[in-house]
């Protein structure tokens, strides 16, 4: 019996997959969007956008001024402007993040179904 030719085999038929680049939550106790959401319960008044966009963003609160991470690429945003959106500004920061493109990463939403 010849070893390499099963090798070979998945070689041609495109099965093996380096999956060496697969990037896994950076935070994966964070990825249920209410978790997150809960991390928000000390969250300065004075920043006017809200936890709830945060969460959906998948943003966390990281306990600091409206310093705020994403559960997935780990990346930090913070002093929040008026008119920021918390897609906008994960998606401009960071856009290589799994979650902004998309991915399955194991994201929890909790999108109200009424
Ligand atoms: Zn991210």
Redesign the pocket.
Known sequence: PNSSYHTDFLLRTGRVVDESKAKYPRYPDMCDEEKRLQTFHNWPNYVRITPKELAAA??FYAGNDDQVK??????KLMNWEPSDKAWTE?RKH?PD????LGRNVGNVSHESSG
Do not use: I, S, W, Y
Not at 70 to 75: D, E, I, L, R
């Open positions: 998948g943003l994403c559960f997935c690429c780990g990346g994960h960071f993040c799994f979650f902004v």
